[in-house]
């Protein structure tokens, strides 16, 4: 779809990933970027971008009363940001049960309560697109945050499945699935870390022309290699605990 003109709203947008895709929906001329986060207080440095278009809203992703107040008074969405992400570090036997389903909750259904709410706003005006950021991790497992891949993997499924119901509403459905990315989430964690700015770039060029799935920045040479010899790289992964 073309950004230019549209009517953007990005979730989790106070800082990160969230914050860049609000910069460069202004730079591709979206007509108006509503910019959510679960505390407006922390949305100056997002709205100073470009204090006529960046419009803020109050907005946490797991609660469906708000998520419905919202859409009550933002009806000419036509492309959805899914970016509020959690991850809570932790294998698979010790992460906590709170932890477990706050992942759950942000990044599942989190993702599922938005599309569902704001799809149908979307149909009304003429379709448009809804990007989901996942995660590389949605396939392929870093054990040491065990809760993270699983509502990633959950969101990935729920993702297609959605998918395939609002293609015939005009509605593309674009999936990202970036490696590690430099932004307070993996703060305190070596790895390899691409820069978000380069990123959302990968991502918003992906809009444009349609493309279903994403493999931004360096994740294209990592997914390439899984998809080469899958074993190889789920072990690789497993060497990251
Ligand atoms: N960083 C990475 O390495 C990486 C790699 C692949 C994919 N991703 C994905 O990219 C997206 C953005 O990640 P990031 O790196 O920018 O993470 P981040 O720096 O930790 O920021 C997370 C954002 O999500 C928001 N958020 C968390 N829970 C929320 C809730 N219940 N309701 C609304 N907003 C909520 C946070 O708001 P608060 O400020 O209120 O906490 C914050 O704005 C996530 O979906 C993440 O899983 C990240």
């Keep these: 779809?073309?950004?230019?003109?549209?009517?953007?709203?990005v979730t989790g947008a106070n800082r990160g990933?969230?914050?860049?895709?609000?910069?460069?929906?202004?730079?591709?001329?979206?007509?108006?970027?509503?910019?959510?986060?679960?505390?407006?207080?922390?949305?100056s440095e997002t709205i100073e971008l470009d204090p006529q278009r960046v419009v803020s809203l109050a907005l946490d992703v797991t609660n469906?009363?708000?998520i419905e107040a919202v859409a009550s008074t933002v009806n000419d969405v036509t492309l959805l940001i899914n970016n509020a992400g959690s991850l809570t570090f932790g294998g698979a036997l010790d992460v906590t049960d709170a932890g477990l389903a706050q992942d759950m909750a942000v990044?599942?259904?989190?993702?599922?309560?938005?599309?569902?709410?704001?799809?149908?706003?979307?149909?009304?005006?003429?379709?448009?697109?809804i990007v989901n950021m996942l995660t590389l991790m949605s396939f392929i497992s870093a054990p040491g945050f065990a809760g993270y891949n699983a509502s990633k993997a959950a969101a990935w499924s729920m993702a297609m499945s959605l998918r395939a119901y609002l293609r015939p509403k005009d509605i593309q459905v674009i999936n990202?699935?970036?490696?590690?990315?430099?932004?307070?989430?993996?703060?305190?964690?070596?790895?390899?870390?691409?820069?978000?700015?380069?990123?959302?770039?990968?991502?918003?060029?992906?809009?444009?022309?349609?493309?279903?799935d994403i493999y931004p920045a360096s994740a294209s040479d990592v997914f390439d290699a899984w998809r080469a010899d899958q074993k190889s790289i789920e072990a690789a992964f497993a060497e990251m605990m």
Excluded: W
């Design 64 to 66: 469906t009363s708000m």
């Design 17 to 43: 990933v969230g914050r860049h895709h609000v910069a460069q929906l202004i730079e591709h001329c979206a007509a108006r970027v509503y910019a959510a986060s679960r505390n407006v207080d922390t949305l």
């Design 107 to 129: 990044n599942y259904d989190g993702l599922r309560g938005m599309t569902r709410t704001f799809a149908p706003i979307i149909e009304s005006n003429g379709g448009g697109a």
């Design 176 to 212: 990202a699935f970036p490696a590690g990315i430099d932004t307070d989430m993996l703060a305190g964690i070596d790895a390899p870390k691409d820069n978000p700015e380069a990123v959302v770039r990968d991502i918003l060029a992906a809009v444009v022309v349609d493309q279903e």
């Design 1 to 9: 779809m073309q950004i230019e003109n549209s009517v953007a709203l």
